[in-house]
């Protein structure tokens, strides 16, 4: 099957929303990304990532309200989760006992990031608040920053890559503990 790199958003949600992978632009790198609940996408999306079962993967998030089923939300410092920045964060939240291992790796927590980028935020709306996020580059190599990079790394193992701009951002996200504590 080759790949076609996608120019029409509508065309590349609906191969998410049928289990597919999905590169898409995010802020700063493109991401490979699949529905947070589908075992088998995950699975894959990990294949194709060479990434081990006990790694934790990215939620991306249209609002922190859409991550309720995988973090515990009691106590959480939602305005500070929530607000813009220049530059993209990802949160280390406690992972809630319904998040699913493929989540969370096996770890305490789960990385949650909740994005501004527009085209970003629609397709983790219409995908019912969040997506399976991970940068769009093979083990060893550096993320691929457009669509052409990520067909050159994947080729047609993919189920799309929408051929649309990065947000801008210079580097990819922070991590950050709910301390405040900075990690990457």
């Known amino acids: ?3 076609p ?3 029409d958003p509508v065309t590349a949600l609906r191969r998410l929303r049928t289990g597919g992978v999905v590169a898409l632009p995010t802020e700063a790198v493109f991401g490979l990304h699949c529905l947070p609940d589908d075992a088998t996408a995950v699975a894959r999306l990990r294949r194709l990532k060479k990434r081990p079962p006990n790694q934790g993967l990215i939620l991306v998030a249209d609002a922190l309200s859409s991550v309720t089923p995988w973090v515990r939300m009691r106590d959480l410092p939602r305005a500070r989760i929530e607000a813009r920045r ?3 964060v990802t949160w280390l939240l406690p992972a809630s006992a319904d998040c699913p ?3 969370h790796g ?3 927590e789960v990385a949650v990031r909740i994005t501004h980028m527009p085209l970003l935020r629609a397709f983790c709306t219409a ?3 969040a997506l399976i996020s991970t940068s769009a580059n093979r083990r060893g190599w550096p993320p691929a920053r457009d669509a052409h990079r ?3 790394q994947f080729g047609d193992r993919l189920d799309g890559i929408l051929d649309a701009p990065t ?3 210079a580097t990819v996200s922070e991590l950050r503990r709910l301390d405040g504590r900075v990690l990457r």
Do not use: D, K, N, S
Request: with cysteine; aromatic share 4%; hydrophobic share 50%.
């Open 106 to 108: 096996g770890l305490p």
């Open 127 to 129: 995908c019912g608040g």
């Open 1 to 3: 099957m080759a790949t």
């Open 5 to 7: 790199l996608l120019h």
């Open 101 to 103: 291992e493929w989540i």
């Open 86 to 88: 220049l530059r993209p």
């Open 167 to 169: 947000g801008g951002a």
């Open 150 to 152: 990520v067909l050159a």
